[in-house]
């Protein structure tokens, strides 16, 4: 038996013996020992191996998870956090959940507290339930549940958007990525544009939130995922521009554009001040410039995205990416886009590029190209 075989048998034996221990009627001080140990456990890949292994060890944790002392609960909470970082083991937990008889209701118990004001472990189950969400096959049966109330979704985007939601002070960032991960879905995608939520719409100040990094990225994410399909693109590029201004907004700086150009800019762009600095984090400029992409799959928002101004935006973005921000595949992500709008539709000759089938080879063609690309530029 190897090394880790050895440890793999002494966690299992040692958790075994810990169960009776986790009993949600067991003494106080005897729960709080043994649920610590189990959640230190988690910190470790051969302990969530172990506890993976034994349903009793999880069920205890759902159970406990609703313990009446904050400490206990807290900790029960913490361990389903590390027990489902890794999307098999998410997987695992969820359909265990499933399984038992009554079944324990993970999504809305996270849900529940998460919609709590008062409850003091919305951001572990925030977290919980991003573990979860981040799982493809999982999403859909956690829509759905979103779906058996139709106050669900209202009430996690109120939590949200208002920043003293929570009175324990707890922060909800991570809603953003459980957002973004559900609308990597068709389903999230339609219930985040449909008209009656109001989500796109709540949900843009956002994309510029300096305080997180983590609401800020959820926010991008969720946007180019609604910009990757073409059935919302109308939504996105609407008479407002506030969908519009809010993807370029981030990609701006102070430079000045001539009185012409700036008219052609959505009004919250134009003669915008000196202090004006980019998006600092390169990933995030990326997603951005990707979905401009996206959106310039079609001849109608290419002329859109033409009249607003976007060229002359990512023009004066290309020349400080080339000379501070240096991250190369921002470079090749905004010239993508460039090279599209310069381009006259008469030389395109096509409506819709995503209905243009591309050949394998020429796929592999074109990524080795752009490799090389990355190799010499910058």
Known sequence: MGKSDAEAGANIAALKGLVTFMHPMQ????????????????????????????????????????????????????????????????VKVFETAKSLNPPFPLVSEAIKQITDKNSKLADPWTMVLTNLTRCAELVEEIISELETDDKTLPSLLKAFTRLDYNKQKAKLHYLAPIFCNLTQSARGRELACHAKYNFLEKILAFITYEESIVRRGGTIGILKNICFDPVYHSIILNEKDDILHAILYPLCGPEEFTDEENEKLPLELQYLPETKTREEDPDFRKMLLESLLQLCATKKYREILRSKGVYEILREYHKWESMFGKDKECVLACENVVDILIKKEEEIGLDNYKEVAVPEDLTEKFAKEDTEYLQNIL
């Open 27 to 90: 003494r106080l001080d005897l729960k709080a020992v043994a649920l610590s140990h189990v959640l230190g456990l988690t910190g470790s890949e051969d302990g969530k191996k172990a506890i993976q292994a034994l349903d009793d060890v999880l069920i205890a944790i759902f159970n406990l998870t609703r313990d009446g002392k904050h400490t206990i609960a807290k900790d029960a909470v913490l361990s389903l956090i590390n027990l489902s970082a890794e999307e098999t083991a998410a």
